[in-house]
């Protein structure tokens, strides 16, 4: 069994009138157990230079309805220039230039085909590191 | 005004090298280097319910701005999981410990972010939940 943690730390001192300090840190499990997660992708790197919606993860890939994790980080540094995460045809969010998000997924395959998919923003160069680790 | 964030994913035998990230990103808005300046703050709720309920209502003001939302399943039981969804579409699920930190786009009024005790039973326990949104819309307020 691996043992796999994720930790958040968020900080602001002057977002409120009180300082935020928020530590999380969680043992990346299988579903419904405490055995640690035994698989990965590992730590990859995609440049697109399209604006097209690319499916980074196909939910048929890997095991419906358990607890993957997805680790996403656009590397832009020019702060218009984002990927927008999709899973089937629902709109997650963007992650703008040096944003990163860590994302639950389920691999639902139940109806339709849940795939993880991401689209850059322009035709430009856009580079997003992410990982999987899942069971 | 910066709040920042930051993930450090850490193993030591998950693969034959180590898997050791860390990135700190500071929460902006869509497009530019202005800090995110509206937070939800900490909220709690404890869940006792196995069909969705709304977290975050969504705000069409909000369509593309950036906003970015925590959630954490604060239950210590590793088999109460709470599924999260949007728009219909599940997400995930996040078991007993494990958190969430994504960005989310408010498409449209029914892009709630919505959350489910699944499995509960009157037995389980409620299954506290805390969860943040730093979002940048002034007009956006949310469960209150």
């Known amino acids: 069994m691996a043992t796999t943690t994720a930790q958040l730390v968020l900080t602001s001192t002057d977002l409120l009138s009180d300082s935020l300090s928020l530590s999380a840190i969680a043992t990346l499990t299988g579903a419904g157990n405490s055995t640690g997660l035994t698989n990965t992708g590992g730590l990859a790197r995609k440049t697109t230079e399209s604006a097209s919606q690319y499916t980074l993860f196909a939910a048929a890939s890997y095991t419906d309805d358990k607890a993957h994790k997805i680790y996403l980080k656009n590397m832009e540094t020019s702060a218009g220039l984002y990927f927008l995460i999709s899973i089937h045809d629902v709109e997650v969010g963007r992650i703008y230039a040096g944003d990163w998000a860590l994302i639950p997924w389920s691999a639902d395959t139940t109806s339709d085909h849940a795939d993880f998919k991401i689209t850059p923003s322009t035709n430009a160069s856009h580079t997003l590191e992410y990982m999987i680790i899942h069971e | ?144």
Do not use: C
């Open chain 2, 1 to 144: 005004m910066a709040t920042t964030a930051q993930l450090t994913l850490n193993s030591g035998d998950i693969a034959g090298d180590p898997v050791n990230v860390t990135k700190l990103m500071t929460l902006t808005k869509a497009g530019t280097t202005n800090d995110l300046d509206q937070s939800s703050g900490l909220n709690r709720v404890h869940l006792r319910s196995t069909t969705n309920k709304v977290l975050l209502a969504a705000n069409a003001e909000g369509n593309d701005l950036a906003a970015k939302v925590y959630i954490i399943n604060k239950s210590e039981d590793a088999s109460l999981y709470v599924t999260v969804t949007i728009n219909a579409q599940t997400i995930g699920k996040l078991y007993g410990g494990d958190f969430l930190f994504i960005p989310w786009s408010q498409t449209d009024t029914d892009a709630d972010i919505e959350i489910a005790a699944t499995n509960w039973t009157s037995s389980t326990g409620d299954i506290p939940v805390e969860y943040a949104l730093f979002h940048e819309d002034t007009d956006f307020l949310t469960n209150a």
